[in-house]
């Protein structure tokens, strides 16, 4: 397909399971981020790669979560030790830009997470 | 701490007539601003943006006019649709010396319903 894709569309997952969300962006796109976005919230930045280079992780919010985008296309967010609180639609979104532009970002349908 | 925030949860509107949503940011570094769209089970869509260098940007039905001294935006559409009907976001980045790459604070979110 011609947009971003996520995949699962949906993860049940009961507390204290390790749980990985796949994102595959719109080919040829240099930047890539996730979001994370809570009930009724705006999403929240998680972390940015430019192609392979994971160059800012700032929004992670604990060393629980793991991304990573070993060819510069396909990206995985890993959550280890899931908890209640990270339930939340989990959203991909590329661009295909680099530093230095402002280029609107494309996102994904998103992951919805729900923990047990 | 806020920095984005949209403090109408929903807004209702007629069909025809003109809608308003507003946004406000605190942060003065803020020099890039969108709004995306949210329908349902989907992700968000870009819809306009503005560079702080502008005061209006205009596409078709949307607007979207910048007031930095009082650090607010609004989006008006005209006329407003029953497509239109969806979640609508206010987004803002910053340019940190020329380094910016598209890294968005997202506010909270305002539902618009526009009825027949």
């Known amino acids: 397909g011609a947009g971003v894709s996520q995949s699962p569309r949906y993860k049940v997952a009961k507390r204290g399971q390790d749980v990985a969300l796949r994102c595959d962006p719109i080919s040829g796109h240099v930047s890539l981020f996730w979001y994370q976005q809570a009930l009724g919230q705006g999403p929240e930045f998680l972390t940015y790669?430019?192609?392979?280079?994971?160059?800012?992780k700032s929004g992670l919010p604990s060393d629980r979560f793991f991304a990573e985008r070993p060819e510069g296309s396909v990206s995985t967010l890993k959550i280890q030790r899931t908890q209640q609180e990270d339930s939340a639609v989990y959203l991909c979104?590329?661009?295909?830009?680099?530093?230095?532009?402002?280029?609107?970002?494309?996102f994904g349908n998103g992951t919805r997470l729900t923990v047990t | 701490d806020q920095q984005v925030k949209q403090n109408s949860p929903s807004l209702s509107v007629q069909e025809g007539r003109i809608s308003i949503l507003n946004c406000d940011y605190t942060n003065s570094m803020f020099d890039y601003f969108l709004w995306y769209k949210k329908y349902p089970a989907e992700g968000p869509t870009f819809l306009i943006s503005?560079?702080?260098?502008?005061d209006k940007n205009e596409d078709g039905r949307f607007t979207v006019f910048l007031n930095k001294s009082a650090k607010h935006l609004s989006l008006h559409i005209v006329p407003s649709q029953p497509g239109d009907s969806a979640v609508y976001f206010c987004?803002?980045?910053?340019?940190?010396?020329?380094?910016?790459?598209?890294?968005?604070?997202f506010g909270q979110g305002t539902i618009l319903t526009v009825h027949p």
């Open positions: 987004a803002a980045s910053r340019n940190a010396g020329g380094t910016s790459y598209g890294k968005l604070t």
């Open positions: 790669f430019q192609n392979e280079a994971q160059l800012d």
């Open positions: 503005i560079s702080s260098i502008k």
């Open positions: 979104a590329s661009s295909p830009l680099s530093i230095g532009g402002n280029s609107p970002l494309h």
